[in-house]
């Protein structure tokens, strides 16, 4: 049986920690094992870490590791590295809720011996009939598509424990493990049945925030490991709207996303290429919390 740590960096995450803890302990298992459940909070100044130590009261596969000082996810997820023991890791974000059968389907690929990673699907909750919703909703359809083709990960991701740290400036976590784990010769697997609720921004000045580090984020990767993930392919991304089935007021709004994550990779590659800003301690994009 398949033994699973699960890792949690949260940063005032105090409006959905509990929920996504009470998904975690609840989950439908049969073929694999959760032998722990670590939150790595980094300078929480809100109720997380008290939720998440009266988890760990009830129970015990719960651990929370505080950091005094906020100092990057990256630096959090080297901190669940360090103190994971499983033989497979599993990293979601703090703002995500999983369907009860999430876990086991996303780890059941590791029962062959090539798999090194694999990567669930992030559905939005957001109102798809308003222009920031259609956008919200339209990224991660995307990203859907090209990984059905050439996988690419986010939100919700597990690998076999071979990646002992990353740098502490990256801004893409999920995408620089990625490479390291086709570096070391595995196959990673998309796990489009693994589905992982999120929120997407519902401001434009969020979207733009979000989309903007993100791309600065994978700028720095492709520079310092030569790596691009699949999204980050115009022609990809093309290729995958031509098969959405889109309504005139749809279609209009797709080129309002566009021109937004247009201007969000222009201003990506300035922070990047001029700035030399890294993104690591991220603004918080406040909207992508409020799940009410």
């Known amino acids: 049986m398949i033994s699973v740590s699960v890792g949690i960096c949260a940063y005032n995450e105090e409006k959905n920690i509990g929920n996504l803890l009470e998904a975690l302990v609840n ?39 505080t950091q005094p000082q906020r100092e990057g996810k990256a630096h959090a997820v080297n901190e669940f590295l360090k103190s994971a023991n ?5 990293l979601e974000s703090a703002d995500t809720i999983p369907c009860e059968d999430t876990i086991e389907k996303l780890c059941l690929p590791f029962y062959d011996e090539k ?75 998309y796990v489009p049945d693994a589905v992982v609720y999120n929120k997407a921004p519902e401001t434009i000045r969020d979207f733009i925030k979000q989309r903007r580090r993100i791309y600065a984020g994978h700028l720095y990767l492709k520079n310092k490991l030569g790596y691009s993930v699949s999204t980050m392919s115009i022609r990809e991304i093309i290729r995958a709207i ?29 922070d990047h290429h001029i700035l030399k800003k890294d993104h690591a301690i991220w603004d918080i994009a406040e909207s992508t919390k409020n799940w009410g």
């Open 86 to 90: 499983s033989e497979i890791l599993i």
């Open 242 to 270: 031509k098969y959405l089935n889109l309504s005139s007021k749809e279609m209009l709004y797709l080129i309002g996303a566009a021109t937004l994550e247009g201007t969000s990779r222009v201003l990506g590659w300035f």
């Open 27 to 65: 989950q439908k298992i049969e073929k694999i094992k959760i032998d722990e459940i670590i939150v790595v909070s980094s300078g929480s100044t809100d109720r997380t870490n008290e939720i998440v130590e009266g988890y760990s009261e009830r129970d015990n596969r719960i651990m929370l590791i």
């Open 115 to 189: 798999v090194g990673m694999t990567g669930g699907r992030p559905l939005p909750i957001n109102d798809k009939s308003t222009f920031i919703g259609f956008a919200g909703h339209l990224i991660w359809e995307l990203h859907h598509k090209i990984s059905s083709i050439s996988p690419k990960f986010g939100e919700l991701i597990a690998f076999r424990d071979v990646i002992k740290e990353i740098p502490k400036n990256t801004a893409v976590d999920e995408a620089w493990i990625e490479a390291l784990i086709k570096k070391k010769g595995y196959n990673v697997v």
